[in-house]
C-alpha cells in the first residue's frame, strides 16, 4: 500500500505532481501527440500520484508505456496500466505481477499490474 494520509479520494489530483513525459522515439511521442490534438492544456506533462512516478519513470526507462496508474490511497492496491500488450511479457520478466483481481473479482484484464515500488 502507498503512504497516502487517510482520506484521499480516488479522482483526486491532491498527491500528485507533473511530471514532463518523455519523447523517446516511439515510446511516448504518439501519446504526446494524442494528448496535444485533444487540446490539453499541460499536453507534455501529466499528473501521477506521487508515490508511483518511480514505477513509471522505471517502466518509461524500459521502453513500455503506460495509460495510467493509481497508487490505491492506501483503500486498493496500486495499479498500472499498459498501453500496448505487447509490453505484457516485458512486464512480467522485470517482475511486475498483474493487477486483475479486486476483492475477488475478476476482471480478465491483461493490461493492469500492481506498483512495485509503492
Known amino acids: 500500500m502507498c503512504k497516502c494520509r487517510n482520506g484521499i479520494e480516488f479522482g483526486s489530483y491532491e498527491t500528485s505532481v507533473h511530471i514532463h513525459i518523455p519523447e ?8 504526446i501527440n494524442n494528448r496535444v490534438a485533444a487540446g490539453l492544456n499541460e499536453a507534455r506533462t501529466i499528473a501521477i500520484d506521487e508515490c508511483m512516478v518511480q514505477d513509471i519513470l522505471f517502466l518509461w526507462g524500459r521502453g513500455i508505456r ?6 490505491g490511497h492506501n483503500r486498493i492496491p496500486s ?21 486483475h483481481d479486486l476483492d475477488g473479482v475478476e476482471f480478465g484484464r491483461t493490461d493492469t499490474f ?5
Not at 523517446?24 to 501519446?31: D, E, K, L, P, R
Not at 503506460?66 to 497508487?71: I, K, L, N, R
Open 79 to 99: 495499479m498500472i496500466n499498459i498501453l500496448d500488450v505487447c509490453d505484457y511479457n516485458k512486464m512480467l520478466g522485470i517482475g511486475y505481477i498483474q493487477n
Open 114 to 118: 500492481f506498483g512495485m515500488f509503492v
Open 66 to 71: 503506460t495509460a495510467g496508474c493509481c497508487c
Open 24 to 31: 523517446q522515439g516511439h515510446t511516448m511521442s504518439s501519446y
